[in-house]
């Protein structure tokens, strides 16, 4: 296998679409290309990233530890995909309005695939001094938008009420249970929610937008303002790792899914997240886009339909898994430094993934 054009484009794309890059890509299970390019920080200071950079996964939370975390609370019986969220959530069947019987219908698997009705997003982070328990409950007392399973339209909202329907059904904070479920199980090592409490340095992670009121970049603090209100803990923003971590994440699952390897998740259950599970622009599994050809413009034009699924994060980072071709392609990036005003991410996604899977 011949990396040398993936690499040569990551070359180019240091200094214009993002400062800096880690990349990890997975072939039947094992490890078949890593690098590590460009920049972790430009401003105040120029500092290179390396393999064991951190970096914000931003939106990966959702598929990595929300999802993950729901699917080994399954395998627990703790709780069923089609159960009805307030029957956990009581709260979850009001708003501000007072009980809402078309909202009380929503069911668990809805959060996961955003097909629960709920918007795309809530400025919980402009709510004032409020404590991590009462944002909660303000994102459980949302509005919806349309009928609970009528169809997908992406919403954090759906994932930060997620956060709180595992804890109240668990007991524990989800940051401890992504610890007990999915990293203690694979080792992992880099992969933490707020990672300066967990022994890490500024210098060890990438660097993203800068503060407006300090003016230097946020180091190792979650970019995403409501996971950052949320004391930096929750099911849609988050979690911090490296791309050699995130990708044997996502290779566990595919091992699960195809039967070779249950220390994630059992077969049965691996399949039942890797499926559509709701339709709409963008059709999702559980926590997952499910590619499609002609519609998942980010992820190139080489997947397998309907095999693969994928997710990007806000902050430049994306993870895609194609069952059919039994792979896994991590991209890690911090576009969104110093400013989240560089998107040409967009543009690049699509290479990134059609280089990979061509180049193997």
């Given at each position: 296998m011949d990396f040398?054009?993936l690499r040569?484009?990551?070359?180019?794309?240091?200094g214009d679409v993002?400062?800096?890059?880690?990349?990890?890509?997975?072939k039947?299970?094992?490890p078949v290309?890593?690098?590590?390019?460009g920049?972790a920080e430009?401003?105040?200071?120029?500092?290179?990233?390396?393999?064991?950079t951190?970096?914000?996964?931003?939106?990966?939370?959702?598929?990595?530890?929300?999802?993950?975390?729901?699917?080994?609370?399954?395998?627990?019986?703790?709780?069923?995909l089609?159960?009805?969220?307030?029957?956990?959530?009581?709260?979850y069947?009001r708003?501000?309005?007072?009980?809402d019987?078309?909202k009380?219908r929503?069911?668990v698997?809805m959060?996961?695939s955003h097909?629960?009705?709920?918007?795309?997003?809530?400025?919980?982070?402009?709510?004032?001094?409020?404590?991590r328990?009462?944002?909660?409950?303000?994102?459980?007392?949302?509005?919806?938008?349309?009928?609970?399973g009528?169809?997908?339209?992406?919403?954090?909202?759906?994932?930060?009420?997620?956060?709180?329907?595992?804890?109240r059904?668990?007991?524990?904070?989800?940051?401890?249970?992504f610890e007990?479920?999915v990293?203690?199980?694979?080792?992992l090592?880099?992969t933490v929610?707020?990672?300066?409490?967990?022994g890490?340095?500024?210098?060890?992670?990438?660097?993203?937008?800068?503060d407006?009121?300090?003016?230097?970049?946020?180091?190792?603090?979650?970019?995403?303002?409501?996971?950052?209100?949320?004391?930096?803990?929750?099911?849609?923003?988050?979690?911090?790792?490296?791309?050699?971590?995130?990708?044997?994440?996502?290779?566990e699952?595919l091992q699960?899914?195809?039967g070779?390897?249950?220390?994630?998740?059992?077969?049965a259950?691996?399949a039942?997240?890797?499926?559509?599970?709701?339709?709409?622009?963008?059709?999702?599994?559980?926590?997952?886009q499910?590619?499609r050809?002609?519609?998942?413009?980010?992820?190139?034009?080489?997947?397998?339909?309907g095999r693969a699924?994928?997710h990007?994060?806000?902050?430049?980072?994306?993870?895609?898994v194609d069952?059919?071709l039994?792979?896994?392609?991590?991209?890690l990036s911090?576009?969104?430094?110093?400013?989240?005003?560089n998107t040409?991410?967009a543009?690049?996604?699509?290479?990134?993934?059609?280089?990979?899977v061509s180049?193997?």
């Amino acid at each position: 296998m011949d990396f040398g054009k993936l690499r040569a484009a990551l070359a180019r794309a240091v200094g214009d679409v993002f400062p800096g890059a880690s990349v990890a890509v997975y072939k039947d299970g094992e490890p078949v290309y890593e690098e590590a390019l460009g920049y972790a920080e430009l401003v105040p200071t120029r500092r290179s990233t390396t393999a064991e950079t951190l970096y914000d996964l931003a939106s990966l939370t959702k598929p990595l530890a929300a999802s993950l975390i729901v699917a080994r609370l399954v395998e627990e019986g703790l709780l069923y995909l089609k159960q009805r969220v307030s029957e956990i959530l009581p709260e979850y069947s009001r708003t501000r309005a007072g009980h809402d019987e078309l909202k009380s219908r929503t069911e668990v698997w809805m959060l996961l695939s955003h097909a629960a009705g709920l918007p795309p997003s809530l400025p919980l982070y402009r709510f004032g001094r409020r404590d991590r328990a009462e944002l909660l409950e303000e994102a459980a007392r949302s509005f919806i938008c349309c009928p609970p399973g009528s169809r997908a339209v992406y919403s954090d909202v759906g994932y930060i009420v997620l956060t709180a329907l595992v804890e109240r059904v668990s007991g524990e904070r989800i940051d401890r249970l992504f610890e007990k479920l999915v990293a203690r199980p694979l080792g992992l090592r880099r992969t933490v929610y707020n990672p300066l409490e967990h022994g890490f340095t500024e210098d060890q992670v990438a660097s993203t937008e800068l503060d407006p009121e300090t003016g230097l970049p946020l180091r190792g603090v979650v970019h995403d303002e409501n996971a950052r209100a949320l004391g930096g803990v929750s099911g849609h923003a988050g979690l911090f790792s490296t791309a050699a971590e995130v990708a044997l994440m996502g290779s566990e699952l595919l091992q699960a899914y195809l039967g070779r390897s249950d220390r994630l998740l059992k077969r049965a259950t691996a399949a039942t997240v890797l499926r559509p599970w709701a339709d709409g622009e963008n059709p999702y599994g559980l926590g997952w886009q499910v590619y499609r050809k002609g519609i998942s413009r980010l992820f190139g034009d080489l997947l397998t339909d309907g095999r693969a699924f994928c997710h990007t994060g806000f902050t430049g980072t994306s993870i895609c898994v194609d069952v059919e071709l039994r792979l896994v392609a991590v991209l890690l990036s911090n576009r969104v430094h110093p400013s989240r005003e560089n998107t040409r991410i967009a543009g690049f996604r699509p290479v990134f993934h059609n280089l990979v899977v061509s180049c193997l």
